[in-house]
DNA sequence: TAAAGTAGTTTACAATATAAACTATAATTT
DNA sequence: AAATTATAGTTTATATTGTAAACTACTTTA
């Protein structure tokens, strides 16, 4: 790509955008709500937490609330500078 | 996705994005000159202009110059509404 | 006339996204 | 107290997508 830089693969996904731009701006959500405020599935959103996970964007801490099992989902300094980073990526393609 | 609008997955594409954003700004370029700023292969390119023309985003005529095949590319009023859109509900995206 | 270049297309494979099926536990209902 | 429904996720199977490699067809050059 010689006049567009390459967009972070990982954040170029419409569901692990969104929990990245919820994260951003709440810091910390559990899965449930992310769930809601995202619309998808449990199983697609337990796919795509692992791999933010496994990237280092997010860290996810495992407890209980009561009886109910609860992850909650953080972003990292790592996370926050790639999204930046892709928001301005993908700002250069969209104003040329 | 409730808070979320779904983004146009024929957008939603490193490469045609590129292609659009670039068709955008000059409305007609050649198979050539996109493959250059864009950096992408040629086959690559070809599935993608493919795609961007059966949804009506892009028009694509063959012609010759002198005597090699030319592609030329055409952004349509549909390719430009739907690249607006996008652009509009990305933005939503990121900035929660 | 053989080799290399140009302009693409087709196809085969790898990666990704997603839903469906499943596990495990808790709370209700009958 | 057994069966049913609900909650909170995970695993897995499939469909879709993206991409490069291989190919076609023609032209230019050595």
Redesign the interface.
Known sequence: ????K??DPLL?S?LR??VM??L??VQSAEFVFIK?????TAGNLSVQIDKLNNAGYIEVTKSFKGKKPVTTCNISKKGIEAFESY?NT?QS??K?
Chains 1, 2 share one sequence.
């Not at 809601?36 to 998808?40: L, R, S, V």
């Open positions: 790509m010689s006049d567009f390459n967009l170029h419409q955008l969104a731009s919820l951003v701006s809601e405020k995202t619309g998808a928001v993908l393609y969209i040329k």
